[in-house]
């Protein structure tokens, strides 16, 4: 098992930037792989970024490309998550997520932390 700790959210003003953590615990980090998922109030769970998706590549979706870039420290046993540019309604709690490397779908949660976008 792998346990995810979330940091990093906070309040910032629209067009600003923060950078959001996810500390891993557990079996080797390297093993998984990681995305970032955001849930706002009322509204699904949305997948916004993930590691090796299809055909090994990076997955961002489109409410974030280009303003979002995932990255992880595998010696910090960190993912992280900076966004850019940041807009209203980016507004969410962001929650980090893993996956053994032989699933489609994520196994592992983190309880998430909240990210406001005042504007």
């Known amino acids: 098992q792998v346990q995810l700790v979330e940091s990093g959210g906070g309040l910032v003003q629209a067009g600003g930037s923060l950078r959001l953590s996810c500390a891993a615990s557990g079996r080797t980090f390297s093993m998984y792989n990681m995305g970032w998922f955001r849930q706002a109030p009322g509204k699904e769970r949305e997948l916004i970024t993930a590691?090796?998706?299809?055909?090994?590549?990076?997955y961002y979706a489109d409410s974030v490309k280009g303003r979002f870039t995932i990255s992880r420290d595998n010696a910090l046993n960190t993912v992280y998550l900076q966004m850019n540019n940041l807009k209203p309604e980016d507004t969410a709690v962001y929650l980090c997520?893993?996956?053994?490397?032989?699933?489609?779908?994520?196994?592992?949660w983190g309880q998430g932390t909240q990210v406001t976008v005042s504007s």
């Open positions: 590691e090796s998706w299809t055909a090994g590549s990076t």
């Open positions: 997520a893993a996956r053994d490397r032989s699933r489609a779908w994520f196994n592992y």
